[in-house]
């Protein structure tokens, strides 16, 4: 019956994905129509494009045949789609990244079909699948396998219903055969295996032990005429000792081997003490109906409804009453199923009961929801409600009407025993600093509004109203909302809230979805903003991994993990979380979740008759000043008729009751496990023992406790004593207590870390500022007390922006604290982080100029700087003119006397840099359509003629200006003054040539009166969180600016809450040295401090971010302040090392050799004077020992900047690290 050969499809096309069309001059932020373009590999395309990418809808088609219609978004399949295959399948539905996902249907070529769920190309979820034979199944799917639970037919009318694992019948489940059989119990791998109870048409019965299809182990055979054999089976045969009864109701003990009696072991016997008569000769096993393999395609056959279970619970009495005459004590047992939250509660006490008896007993709760566990304790099968399968149920909802109307029926009853409560609480991810200290609060009518999609956005209006202190969510920030996908108390809980709720509010009509523990939630493509998750873990992994996620989870497991509560407002008006409930109340018993439960009571809400129909109870927005508003109730499902039971079996089910139900027992015990005692108005199950249960004939209690050391007494069968364990629950307890030990003191060590551990700090990007961040990051590690770990790589800026961003392997979580670059985020990375909910901000901490450079010699310019307009510079650089006499050139230099035909030897950047950028673009800005065409970025594609050469990096840029005569380049411009090379006059937006040096040397600096203008024409976004890929400073406006500015920006994501402290107060410290820059070391280095206005830009940024909770900043001692200055968090200038020490006085010696230089220069003979003197020469020597001096005291300086202490290594390629910012 193996389904693994049911043919499973991929719903997109495989093969390689068609690269974008060449650029078109068209917006990337417009969707336009073009014709069909040709891709790679012969496919087409033909509809709306963004930019270079796919965006909107889109027919494409392979060369195969295949086609798909549908949306696209960002150059990939997103939204709903038609695929055609080429082989003739048809996927049709929703799709995401290129992928088949959400709700979709896909026909076969053969005529079979699926239609359901699907992620990431996969089946996953619920589903129907149909084939070509009839063959169908309804059920839920698992990386594109049946996995769950699901109902299987077969075209011959056989059925299977219950759970399968990886396409393979496995689990709990029901097979029906056409001839009438069914087994219902566990499988394993297509094979009945584990308990179940087997019946055929004519009134058979098996109930016991399989293994691989075959009765094995402890069973009972029951024949229509009324006899039975109790005992041991092997390979489907009686096997081991048994007990047969025969038609006349004689018992009669023996041993069968191979389905074969050798020997009987005992005389016959009657239970009702009469003589017995003649025993009927046994039914051995070849006489035995056998049942084929369910497994087996013989098994296919037409069936008719199940057989009735009646009686199991008889024939369970009727072993025990066998074991008891004469034979050895049997094992008293009692089972349960249900709810799977207070499952670890229940075997904790019944594995605690198991081991604190001499009886042979056995208590399991198999956790399976709560709507099965009513199942189980209902019905034996679907609608048959005779008897159920269980002896008691657990469920957080009370039993359903159809359930209870259902045993009524049948002439049965059940009573409902509260035994616990629990708050569902409703819980956020939006950052702390973006809510306020008030933190968030949602009144019924706007939650409403939020869980049906009406509302989607978190800067909506109406969430504003009651959260005045909300700032800083960048607007259209879209609510992210967790639900469950299949049916949960939980979601029972929270829609059963809802609609209560907005009665009491008179907004009823703003949740329309109804409660129950499914529901049918709002789906793309109108609403992309909610995401079906799997179980309480995948709630607890969407909040915990979606930025600006709002979610439902059991209290408890919130608080555990953290998470940020959303504040209700319960009919009282109190604004209240469910944790400060909890904390409500002199003790758990009188808290706000109890109250819910006391205030039920009081207003009639729980019936006073445990056995009457409760389906309508719920304790959902109750009254009383600290009560929560969601409060579920966990029962157990009790029957009121035990007079079929045995005495001893009715009593330990009491006893496992009671000891759940006693104050001082299984209700203190409940803490342990996140939940709430029930009050002592609802806790009535002795009443209900006493007044509801019909008992066993002659029943008194049999079990009891021994709390303390009782000699004699405490020996006793059937007593449950604390002095009596078991080496496992022992070695349990020990366990658990080394376990808290060791919990203690790693809880101890983490503080001590965080006190005095190493606090990581580090960053990557581009290359120029290196140097003056060395600088910073060494002084701050020398200045503070605690040991800081403060790192820079200089990769360039495009990969500081990379590592900065991350990647989907890595969940998106940055390799770093900080980046850093020369040119702003692009828009797709922006974008990309943007899509995750994640903010980051620009916060631009340096200007700096780029010069074009040349090496004609200076006694052929005539005595001017060499000149070249913008677009005869464009000439130049895009290769249309070869020569420095070009009759261009010297028309604006009159002067230039370079040999005729002199080359130009151009020299430009190899890899991406961010002068290559400032170039293209100014070019591109003042000349593009006419004389350049070369377009713009950090790498273009240069002219490969023998006037052009490639160069690596601003070394090798200086390397070829220096060493090639008649060069030009372009370069940072502080390098190229410090060269000392020539360099071209630009005309800026003003009208004025000047060289970058001249413009520099103005005041204000041409370099920082761009940065003003930038700001002072809006250049510069308002806010720091946006999208800045725009942003720049070519030609702007003022007298004196330079027209070729360069912004330095710093990377920061502005959410560094769940940073770790120290590393979040050292990334702010850090923030402040740069932007702050008190000690010039901008200048230092190189760079040109911004001007005030950009500063403030950059403050501005600064002063959005969020800094985790309770976070210690660091400060900064400038002058001696006692006693304070030793402070953990102080960063000292009264603390250094002999690194600083060293470097200052060299710095001393340059200046000191600097100045006998410009003495001695004043001294030396001018032109036209006569010969020098014999100490005159000296004196040349001296300078020239002088300069030797000065360059080898530079040469130790820059040492000194490239100098850092031996490091450990960082992790690598995982980019794992101490500190990591998250996602």
């Known amino acids: 019956m193996s389904e693994s050969g049911k043919g499973s499809a991929s719903a997109s096309k495989s093969g390689p994905k068609p690269s974008p069309p060449p650029s078109a ?64 399948d048809v996927y049709e539905g929703q799709w995401k990244d290129d992928k088949a996902n959400g709700e979709g249907v896909y026909h076969h070529a053969d005529g079979s079909r699926y239609v359901g769920e699907w992620k990431d190309d996969q089946k996953e979820g619920r589903a129907m699948e149909e084939w070509a034979d009839n063959s169908r199944f309804e059920g839920e799917y698992r990386a594109g396998k049946k996995h769950g639970h699901g109902t299987f037919t077969w075209p011959e ?183 799977t939250n207070p499952s670890k509660f229940f075997w904790h006490i019944m594995d605690s009961f198991m081991a604190m008896t001499r009886r042979d007993i056995r208590l399991t709760y198999r956790a399976v929801g709560s709507s099965t566990g009513q199942r189980e304790f209902t019905q034996s099968s679907d ?24 045993l009524q029926t049948a002439g049965r009853g059940a009573v409902h025993v509260p035994f616990a409560l629990g708050a569902i609480g409703i819980f956020h991810s939006v950052p702390e600093g973006e809510v306020g200290a008030q933190g968030l609060k949602l009144k019924p009518c706007v939650l409403a509004k939020i869980f049906s999609g009406a509302i989607t956005e978190w800067t909506d209006p109406e969430i504003a109203v009651d959260n005045p202190g909300m700032a800083g ?31 009491a509010a008179g907004c009823t009509s703003d949740w329309t979805l109804g409660s129950g523990s499914t529901l049918t939630w709002p789906t793309a493509p109108t609403h992309t903003n909610f995401h079906p998750v799997e179980g309480s873990g995948g709630m607890t992994t969407h909040i915990a991994s979606t930025k600006y996620a709002i979610g439902y989870i059991d209290a408890g497991h919130g608080h555990q993990r953290g998470f940020s509560e959303v504040h209700l407002q319960n009919p009282a008006g109190t604004w209240l979380t469910s944790k400060m409930a909890m904390e409500s109340g002199a003790s758990p018993a009188q808290n706000g979740i109890a109250a819910a439960g006391a205030q039920a009571v009081t207003a009639g809400t729980i019936p006073a008759d445990a056995a009457a129909d409760w389906s309508a109870v719920n304790l959902y927005n109750q009254g009383g000043t600290d009560t929560w508003p969601i409060v579920l109730v966990s029962y157990i499902y009790v029957t009121t008729d035990m007079s079929s039971w045995s005495v001893d079996k009715a009593s330990l089910l009491k006893t496992f009751v009671d000891y759940v139900t006693e104050a001082t027992k299984g209700q203190e015990l409940l803490a342990e496990y996140s939940f709430n005692p029930v009050p002592s108005q609802m806790n009535t199950w002795a009443t209900v023992w006493s007044s509801k249960i019909t008992k066993p004939a002659g029943y008194a209690d049999v079990f009891s406790f021994e709390d303390s050391t009782n000699a004699w007494t405490g020996q006793a069968l059937n007593v449950i004593s604390v002095k009596r364990n078991t080496y496992s629950l022992w070695r349990a307890h020990e366990l658990e207590l080394a376990n808290e030990a060791l919990e203690a003191r790693v809880q101890a060590l983490e503080q ?96 700096s100029a780029i010069g074009i450079f040349h090496s004609v010699p200076a006694s052929e310019l005539g005595g001017a700087s060499l000149q070249l307009p913008d677009c005869l510079l464009a000439r130049v650089f895009g290769g249309d003119i070869t020569t420095w006499d070009h009759p261009d050139i010297k028309a604006v230099n009159p002067g230039l006397s370079v040999p005729a035909g002199t080359v130009i ?140 500015v360069l912004v330095s920006y710093l990377y920061v994501r502005k959410d560094q809450t769940k940073t770790n402290p120290k590393t979040a107060a050292a990334l702010q410290a850090f923030l402040q040295v740069i932007l702050s820059d008190d000690e010039g070391l901008a200048a230092e280095f190189l760079f040109t401090p911004p001007s005030a206005a950009v500063k403030a830009v950059a403050q501005a940024g600064a002063d959005q971010i969020l800094y985790p909770a309770g976070m210690k900043s660091f400060a900064f001692e400038s002058s001696t302040a006692a006693y304070t200055g030793m402070g953990d968090n102080i960063i000292s200038v009264k603390r250094t090392s002999f690194d600083d020490y060293q470097r200052g006085l060299l710095f001393k010696e340059v200046d000191d050799m600097k100045s006998q230089l410009a003495q001695l220069a004043q001294a030396a003979p ?57 996602v």
């Open 473 to 503: 969510i960048p607007a259209g920030t879209k609510i992210q909302v967790g639900h469950r996908n299949l049916g949960s108390s939980s979601t029972s809980g929270v829609s059963g809230y809802l609609v209560a709720a907005t009665a």
């Open 383 to 406: 609608n048959d409600y005779a008897a159920g399968l269980t002896d008691f149920g657990s469920g957080d909802i009370p039993m359903t009407n159809a359930r209870w109307t259902g």
């Open 1166 to 1222: 001018q032109e036209g004077t006569a010969a020098p003197s014999e100490d005159s020469t000296g004196t040349a020597a001296l300078a020239v020992a002088i300069i030797a001096a000065v360059l080898a005291a530079m040469a130790l300086l820059v040492g000194c900047f490239a100098y850092s202490k031996g490091r450990s290594a960082a992790a690598g390629a995982s980019g794992t690290m101490l500190g990591r910012p998250e």
């Open 752 to 847: 001590h870390l965080d006190d005095f551990g190493v606090v990581p700090l580090h960053g990557s990007g581009t290359t120029n500022p290196r140097n003056w961040f060395a600088q910073v990051m060494k002084q701050m590690e020398h200045r503070a007390r605690a040991p800081l770990l403060l790192t820079y790589r200089a990769v360039g800026s495009s990969t500081g922006q990379k590592e900065f961003t991350g990647q989907a392997s890595s969940g998106w979580a940055s390799y770093n604290h900080f980046g850093a670059g020369d040119i702003p985020m692009t828009q797709e990375r922006f974008d990309s982080m943007a899509a995750q909910g994640i903010t980051m901000l620009h916060l631009p901490f340096a200007l």
């Open 157 to 339: 009318g056989s059925s299977y219903e219950g759970e399968f694992q990886n396409n393979e019948i496995h689990g709990q489940g029901t097979y029906f055969w056409n001839d009438g059989r069914v087994y219902c119990g566990q499988w394993a791998n297509n094979r009945m295996s584990g308990q179940g109870t087997f019946t055929w048409r004519d009134g058979r019965k098996y109930i016991g032990s399989y293994m691989y299809d075959k009765k094995d182990g402890h069973g009972v055979f029951t024949w229509p005429d009324g006899r039975e054999y109790v005992g041991d089976w092997k390979d489907g045969k009686q096997h081991g000792i048994g007990v047969f009864k025969t038609a006349k109701g004689d018992y009669r003990r023996g041993e069968w081997k191979d389905g074969s009696r050798i020997r009987w072991i005992s005389e016959a016997y009657r239970e009702d003490g009469q003589q017995p008569g003649s025993p009927s000769a046994p039914q051995d096993a070849a006489q035995n109906p056998s049942e084929p393999r369910a497994g087996n395609a013989g098994c296919i056959q037409h069936h008719s409804p199940a057989a009735s279970f009646w009686g199991n619970m008889r024939l369970i009495a009727v072993v025990a009453a066998i074991a008891a005459h004469g034979a050895a004590a049997q094992t008293l047992e009692v089972h349960g199923s249900g709810t």
């Open 905 to 1044: 030897k151009v020299g430009h950047r190899t890899a991406g840099s961010s002068s290559t950028t400032g170039l293209t673009s100014y070019l591109k800005q003042k000349c593009e359509g006419t004389d350049w065409t070369l377009g713009s970025g950090s790498t273009v594609t240069w002219p490969t003629s023998s006037g052009f050469t490639p160069v690596q990096g601003s070394q090798g840029m200086q390397q070829h200006i220096s060493d090639t005569p008649y060069a030009i380049g372009y370069l940072d411009a502080g390098h190229g003054h410090q060269y000392g090379f020539g360099e071209i006059a630009l005309k800026n937006k003003a009208g004025r040539t000047r060289t970058s040096k001249e413009s520099m040397a103005l005041s204000p600096s041409g370099v920082q009166e761009a940065g003003t203008q930038g700001v002072n024409s809006g250049t510069f976004p308002s806010l720091p969180n946006v999208d800045w890929s725009a942003v720049n400073l070519y030609d702007m406006e003022g007298d004196n600016t330079w027209p070729i």
């Open 25 to 88: 001059n068209v917006s990337s932020e417009e969707r336009f129509e073009r014709p069909t373009v040709l891709l790679e590999h012969g496919i087409k395309y033909t509809g709306q494009w963004k930019g270079d990418k796919r965006d909107g809808h889109g027919l494409q088609e392979w060369p195969d045949g295949a086609r798909f219609d549908g949306e696209w978004r960002n150059g990939l399949a997103e939204g709903f789609g038609k695929f055609i295959h080429a082989d003739g």
